[in-house]
């Protein structure tokens, strides 16, 4: 979607963070905007910003509006589409973008209902409901769109918490729906944002959690939860994220992805490594001969360096700076073996933000000190 001055944007947590400027800089661009957030006084703030920047609200004849919405409820967001299309009679861009830090206080198995609840209503059904309010009603309107879901860098590396699992999902949906609106020929793009450390509230995110679904940690018994490290680490990852990339960058970086129509936004190279890792770990799960990428790992048997049984790691800095790891479990059998490292279809080359393509290309070949080693085994 090319032109956006005069066309209509919906944007989720548009009380804070990146949501906040996404709709300041979508009303810079001329979109008529309705921003919507669970926090009033939130909102309420976007809106002073808005109108300090001279954007009125829609009521007095301006181009913006406020909506308050709780995304995890599907009929609060069929109520945002409604009010979105009385005001304005057109959505063009809907931004799937509000979201919380989620449960941090234990390992997985001591989360309890009310903790897969918040965060996976606020981080994953939140964008099932906005695309199932609104793309049938932006397709019907027959008028180029573009939806874009904020997913995060934890979307493309090794799931580390629940929130990383809610991310996941949230790539995995938007390839869906876009392969889906590409079937169709719809004139709808979508684009999986995938932030890094950027300097926001997130990891505030538990104001806005509902009383019904708050575990007091006192009436949790599970031996593992700990709220008190989850608090800590809330604590350390805002000091982070205060650190990090202004939201005004990313909606910059935003309105250049729509334009471009780019499936997915990495707005760094900082994780480059780690979503190489995953992958590399993940194909070198596949069995038998070349072309496996990444780890190789050989159980038992003679020839392994390191002795029997020894774990050893062979590093080898493959092609353009990609390192590789082999790993000869004492022996044999090795699965994967030698083979290309990387490969062009590594996640998050074409979207990642300044040298297109640096990840994922030019790494074939560069694996060859690894592969010996794990050779070695195999
Ligand atoms: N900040 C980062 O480093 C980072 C990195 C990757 C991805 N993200 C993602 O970016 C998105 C925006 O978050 P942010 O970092 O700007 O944080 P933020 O806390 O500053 O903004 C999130 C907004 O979502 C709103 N919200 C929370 N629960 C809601 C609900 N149930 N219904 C409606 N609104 C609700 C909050 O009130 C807040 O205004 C989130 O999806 C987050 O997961 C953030």
């Not at 979109?31 to 703030?45: C, S």
């Not at 994967?336 to 990840?359: H, I, P, Q, R």
């Amino acid at each position: 979607m090319d032109n956006l001055a005069g066309r209509v944007a919906v944007v989720t947590g548009a009380g804070s963070g990146m949501g906040r400027a996404f709709a300041l800089r979508f009303a810079a661009e001329g979109m008529r905007v309705v921003a919507a957030d669970i926090q009033p006084d939130a909102l309420d703030a976007t809106l002073a910003e808005l109108a300090v920047l001279g954007h009125e609200e829609a009521g007095h004849g301006g181009q913006v509006a406020a909506v308050a919405v709780d995304v995890a409820d599907p009929d609060s967001v069929r109520a945002l589409a409604d009010a979105a299309y009385s005001r304005f009679g057109a959505v063009h861009l809907l931004c799937n973008n509000a979201g919380v830090e989620g449960y941090l206080d234990g390992p997985i198995w001591a989360a309890t209902d009310k903790d897969w609840d918040w965060t996976v209503g606020v981080n994953f059904w939140s964008v099932v409901h906005g695309i199932r309010a609104f793309v049938p009603r932006m397709l019907a309107g027959g008028e180029p769109g573009h939806i874009v879901n904020t997913c995060s860098m934890t979307a493309v590396v090794r799931a580390g918490n629940m929130y990383g699992i809610t991310k996941h999902a949230v790539l995995a949906l938007s390839e869906v729906l876009a392969a889906d609106l590409r079937a169709r020929d719809a004139p709808i793009g979508v684009t999986a944002l995938c932030p890094g450390v950027i300097a926001t509230n997130l990891f505030r995110g538990s104001r806005n959690r509902p009383t019904a679904l708050r575990e007091p940690d006192d009436d949790v018994t599970a031996p593992d939860r700990d709220g008190r490290a989850g608090l800590e680490q809330r604590e350390r990852m805002h000091a982070t994220l205060a650190a990090g990339m202004p939201p005004a960058q990313v909606a910059d970086l935003l309105v250049d992805a729509i334009r471009r129509g780019a499936g997915y936004l990495l707005t760094d190279h900082d994780w480059d490594d780690r979503i190489r890792e995953r992958h590399e770990l993940i194909m070198a799960g596949a069995v038998g001969g070349a072309g496996a990428v990444g780890e190789a790992r050989a159980a038992g048997g003679a020839g392994a360096v390191g002795g029997a049984g020894a774990v050893i790691e062979a590093r080898a800095a493959g092609g353009a700076g990609a390192v590789i790891e082999a790993r000869a479990a004492g022996g044999a059998g090795a699965v994967g073996g030698a083979g290309a490292v990387g490969g062009a279809g590594a996640v998050g080359g074409a979207g990642a933000v300044g040298g297109a393509g640096a990840l994922g290309e030019a790494r074939a070949g560069g694996g060859a000190g690894a592969a010996d080693a794990a050779g070695g085994g195999g």
